[in-house]
């Protein structure tokens, strides 16, 4: 069973940075896809980015040019670098996966099986 664990989170000020990394074991398959979510106080859960089998990243249009996915396979270690951090980047951030896949088929929650436990950011004005 796949088992991921997020950290890096924190508090920063507007413009700011942070790194998270998410730690995955377990996979049964070696063609997976993974991303990550975040989820705001009130809000619904929100798409961040998705990453094929094969590497491809899609993102949402609200962290394009901000944010930078990448992984060590040979690891098993996703990391989210976040930069110039906005107030609304406040939430919630998941590590998700999904295997067997090749390509994810759009940012929406449901498509993933399988969620880490969180790690909370907080953006400050």
């Known amino acids: 069973q796949v088992q991921l664990v997020e950290s890096g989170g924190g508090a920063v000020q507007t413009g700011g940075s942070l790194r998270l990394s998410c730690t995955a074991s377990g996979y049964r398959y070696s063609r997976h896809c993974t991303g990550w979510f975040r989820q705001a106080p009130g809000k619904e859960r929100e798409g961040v980015v998705g990453v094929d089998a094969d590497g491809d990243t899609t993102y949402a249009d609200s962290v394009k040019g901000r944010f930078t996915v990448s992984e060590d396979r040979a690891k098993n270690i996703l990391y989210l670098q976040m930069s110039s951090l906005k107030p609304e980047d406040t939430g919630t951030y998941y590590c998700?996966?999904?295997?067997?896949?090749?390509?994810?088929?759009?940012?929406?929650?449901?498509?993933?099986?399988?969620w880490g436990q969180g790690t909370q950011v907080t953006v400050s004005s």
């Open positions: 998700v996966a999904q295997e067997p896949c090749s390509v994810v088929e759009g940012l929406h929650d449901l498509f993933f099986g399988v």
